[in-house]
């Protein structure tokens, strides 16, 4: 499996719109962040977590040619923005894109996308098919996807793992009983938005703390705020097994 960080930055991304400081600021090409999504290429299919607001960008810049599913983690904008961008598959496929989430998710998306789900099929707009998951294992284009309960706050959100690899993101919280699902991958993407702890968010030492019980061969944190740091300089505070990830950075499981 190949895992491509499409984008590694928070809700705003960074650099962040007016601000001067030192990360926002840094020509260090780690320091850009687009919002955060991930693709996965895995037994002939290619598969994005989220589409955020720079969804477009992301695709064109990894050339991605097909996409075969989109699975979202929760209805967050910085996690559904770009939708409206999945008609350029919709026309070089001729088919509509299947689209996972939990039911919660799904009603969000027909109410921040009326004009997709109206029942009006004006030329041009996206076309979708929906698949509502439960904390059940699921099959996407035949690869499974184990969900992984974590929260956001108050709200819940799916991590999920496929096979060795796990992609956690807008989590504070998870418990003992979900982090089983999790033990024994090799590789995980866990989010870490800044220093200080933060109210649905885990702070990198909360992400580090729970890395440390999870014990994967190899980390990488994700959906980082400016407040964080520059990436050189957190990096070498790290454990060896964590790293930061940035945009574009491609991971073999
Ligand atoms: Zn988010
Ligand atoms: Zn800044
Ligand atoms: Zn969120």
New binding site residues.
């Given amino acids: 499996m190949k895992v491509t960080l499409l984008g590694t930055g928070?809700?705003q991304g960074v650099p962040v719109i007016g601000c001067s400081c030192e990360v926002c600021r840094s020509v260090d090409y780690r320091d850009k962040r687009l919002r955060?999504s991930v693709h996965l290429q895995v037994n002939g299919k290619s598969i994005i977590i989220d589409s955020g607001p720079d969804f477009r960008q992301q695709v064109l810049r990894e050339r991605i040619r097909t996409l075969d599913a989109l699975v979202f983690t929760h209805e967050?904008k910085?996690?559904t923005a770009g939708l409206d961008d999945i008609r350029a598959y919709n026309f070089s496929q001729h088919k509509d894109m299947p689209l996972y989430g939990e039911e919660r998710v799904l009603e969000q998306l027909k109410r921040e996308f009326a004009y997709i789900f109206s029942g009006i099929q004006y030329p041009g707009i996206p076309r979708v098919e929906l698949n509502p998951i439960t904390e059940e294992p699921f099959e996407v284009e035949g690869v499974r996807f184990i969900p992984i309960r974590v929260k956001h706050y108050k709200l819940p959100v799916f991590g999920y793992r496929v096979g060795d690899f796990t992609y956690i993101?807008?989590a504070n919280y998870i418990s003992e009983a979900e982090k089983e699902k999790v033990r024994g991958s090799k590789v995980i993407v866990l989010n870490a938005l800044r220093q200080e702890p933060h109210i649905s968010h885990f702070s990198l030492q909360e992400a580090v703390e729970l890395l440390e019980d999870l014990q994967p061969e190899r980390a990488y944190l994700t959906?980082i705020s400016h407040l964080l740091g520059l990436h050189r300089e957190v990096e070498l505070t790290l454990p060896d097994f964590i790293r930061l990830g940035y945009d574009g950075l491609q991971i073999e499981v």
């Fill in positions: 928070t809700s955060v967050h910085d996690h993101t807008d959906h």
